[in-house]
């Protein structure tokens, strides 16, 4: 199975921050990486597929980079709806694999 | 816009078989453009794929569950079902399930809200 690592597991940070969360793959997977925001009691959302492309009414804040083994997610300034739990996603084979998650929190 | 909604029983005895279903609404399921996912959540803890089917290719499963789950589609109802076998307080969780975009996107763009199934006798 590929393994996703991401960090940090949690990251305090404040309204208006820039916030940079980082997903590892154990092995290439080109750009077949997704990015996920859960908030509590809800089912996941798709923010961003294929590493880059921002899901439709997703907000333009959040961008995602990267290939291979190295991916970030980034949101630029901080709006109070993205306090959230977020993770990557692997689909370049199965069993697809998700990270552990971010806890984005309040400072 | 594509709704799924899940259902089935919230509580199951070890041992048994949980069954779940869920039902597609503004999408076609019978589409070879998608698969037919299911995820679960332990309380607290992260995602795990469990499995999946395509119209256009085979059913995939997560190896953790070895061959305890099966994965089907009714396309006359426009829904599809997962089944665990022999489960066990492990299999403890929210499952989820979420269409795939096959063969473009490959994410899982439309997810149901959850169900909790919990194992307890």
């Known amino acids: 199975d590929i393994q996703m690592t991401q960090s940090p597991s949690s990251l305090p940070a404040s309204v208006g921050d820039r916030v940079t969360i980082t997903c590892r793959a154990s092995q290439s997977i080109s750009n077949y990486l997704n990015w996920f925001q859960q908030k509590p009691g809800k089912a996941p959302k798709l923010l961003i597929y294929t590493a880059s492309t921002l899901q439709s009414a997703v907000p333009s804040r959040f961008s995602g980079s990267g290939s291979g083994t190295d991916f970030t997610l980034t949101i630029s300034s901080l709006h109070p709806e993205d306090f959230a739990t977020y993770y990557c996603q692997q689909s370049y084979m199965t069993p697809y694999t998700f990270g552990r998650g971010t806890r984005l929190e309040i400072k | 816009q594509v709704q799924l909604q899940e259902s089935g029983p919230g509580l199951v005895k070890p041992s048994q078989t949980l069954s779940l279903t869920c039902t597609v609404s503004?999408?076609?399921?019978?589409?070879?453009?998608?698969?037919w996912n299911w995820i679960r959540q332990p309380a607290g803890k992260g995602l795990e794929w469990v499995g999946r089917t395509c119209v256009r290719g085979s059913s995939n499963y997560n190896p953790s569950l070895k061959s305890r789950v099966a994965i089907s589609l009714d396309t006359s109802k426009t829904q599809f079902s997962l089944r665990v076998t022999s489960v066990t307080a492990a299999d403890t969780a929210v499952y989820y399930c979420?269409?795939?975009?096959?063969?473009?996107?490959?994410?899982?763009?439309?997810w149901g809200q959850g169900t909790l199934v919990t194992v307890s006798s």
């Open positions: 503004g999408a076609s399921i019978s589409s070879e453009n998608y698969c």
């Open positions: 979420a269409k795939e975009d096959y063969g473009g996107a490959w994410c899982l763009d439309s």
